[in-house]
């Protein structure tokens, strides 16, 4: 079974971050939801 390695590198204030399949887990996660404006905003 062939599996492909492809990596996606993400420019970030705090630095480049680089996801992948040989890379360590990632977890993105937020707000489910935007309340209202200001909260988007914010």
Not at 30 to 38: F, H
């Amino acid at each position: 079974m062939n599996q492909i390695n492809s990596t996606v590198t993400i420019s970030a204030p705090a630095g480049d971050v680089t996801i992948g399949n040989d890379k360590p887990f990632m977890l993105f996660a937020g707000p489910c939801q935007m309340e209202s404006r200001d909260h988007a905003l914010e």
